[in-house]
């Protein structure tokens, strides 16, 4: 009765070394165990996430604003974050191309309306003075 906790232990102890195993990241390059925030290996320097990419609330604020004010230039963030494999990057990206397109699409009214104005003013002048 004295082996049973030995050989449970035993067997914890195994556990816990697999679970170590599979739980641990390692690098894929020199097979050293690193952080789950590590961005490059501590041992060999191998780029451990290669495109971590800001998904602050400032960087979402810039990206949305340049998207909006600035609309063909928010197309570059877009598709730079819609490649991502994070859903959350992936999220910010559609969010930059719809704020994009709905600028375009503001900016494409605007101009009609202006172009529309200017000629039937320009009509009423011609009508005025008969040319
Ligand atoms: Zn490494």
Do not use: W
Not at 89 to 106: D, E, K, P
């Amino acid at each position: 009765m004295q082996r049973m906790p030995r050989l449970t232990a035993g067997y914890f102890f195994v556990y816990t070394i697999q679970m170590e195993a599979t739980l641990t990241p390692r690098c894929p390059k020199c097979g050293t165990e690193v952080s789950e925030t590590d961005i490059f290996c501590p041992h060999c320097g191998f780029e451990l996430k290669p495109h971590a990419i800001d998904t602050s609330v400032a960087k979402q604020v810039l990206i949305y604003s340049v998207s909006f004010f600035l609309a063909p230039f928010g197309l570059h963030y877009a598709f730079t974050y819609l490649k991502q494999s994070d859903e959350r990057a992936r999220m910010i990206g559609i969010t930059s191309l719809v704020l994009t397109v709905v600028a375009i699409a503001i900016g494409i009214i605007v101009v009609q309306q202006f172009f529309s104005q200017a000629y039937s003013q320009l009509d009423l002048i011609n009508s005025v003075t008969g040319f």
